[in-house]
């Protein structure tokens, strides 16, 4: 009833990958079993370890996006202040781009 398919690639034989599986499971729980018993959650175990520093609160610690690639942005500023105003953040504004610059490429491409 479960016979080897042959083909160009290699084989499969269902019987042999869950054999493979039922390993790997195992292999897996063996691992698991060898993990550290003592761990309990909602303690000071599970804060982050600060060089025994007190965690700040969230609102100390935000780093906008603006902020983080600032050299990036201030080296291309003078692209960023053209494109900018033409984002809209409106799906059909973007979709309407998208068709008119895959149009003038096709007209492109049809001409040469």
Do not use: C
Not at 1 to 23: D, E, H, K, R, S
């Amino acid at each position: 009833m479960v016979a080897t398919l042959v083909t160009g690639f290699g084989f499969w034989n269902p019987i042999i990958w869950l054999a493979v599986l039922a390993v790997a499971l195992v292999i897996a729980y063996l691992i698991w079993l060898t993990g550290e018993s003592s761990y309990k959650p909602g303690t000071e175990q599970t804060k982050p370890y600060l060089s025994g520093n007190p965690e700040p609160a969230k609102q100390d610690v935000h780093v906008g996006g603006g902020h983080l690639y600032w050299g990036f942005t201030e080296a291309m500023r003078g692209y960023y202040d053209r494109i900018v105003p033409l984002h809209t953040g409106v799906l059909t504004d973007y979709l309407l781009w998208f068709f008119g610059i895959a149009a003038i490429l096709i007209l492109i491409v049809g001409l040469i």
